[in-house]
Nanobody
């Protein structure tokens, strides 16, 4: 298992940018696929972006393609979500998640390891 901790959330104006980080503990982080999910008030949690264990494949939900970039640094046990051109619709609690998955499973998971989440608020 890996333990995950998100950071980097905050309040930003529409059109702005934020970079979220996910710090992982555990010796085998490099074997895990990593993903970001988000949950807005009153809505279901949704997949945002995922990256395979070696970074060779990434997947994004359609609404963030071209604006968000997921990355990872296995040497530092870190994952990142770079978010640009943010809009109020991106306001949510963002969670990182990890699991031993094949690249084809990034979107569907299942993910067993979750962080506590970090709040992202975009003002209009």
């Amino acid at each position: 298992q890996v333990q995950l901790a998100e950071s980097g959330g905050g309040l930003v104006q529409a059109g702005g940018s934020l970079r979220l980080s996910c710090a992982a503990s555990g010796r085998y982080f490099h074997n895990y696929a990593l993903a970001w999910f988000r949950q807005a008030p009153g809505k279901e949690r949704e997949f945002v972006a995922g990256i395979s264990w070696n970074g060779g494949r990434t997947d994004y939900r359609d609404s963030v393609k071209g604006r968000f970039t997921i990355s990872r640094d296995n040497a530092k046990n870190l994952g990142h979500l770079e978010m640009n051109s943010l809009g109020p619709e991106d306001t949510a609690v963002y969670f990182c998640a990890a699991a031993m998955l094949s690249p084809a499973q990034l979107v569907e998971g299942p993910y067993q390891n979750w962080g506590q989440g970090t709040q992202v608020t975009v003002s209009s």
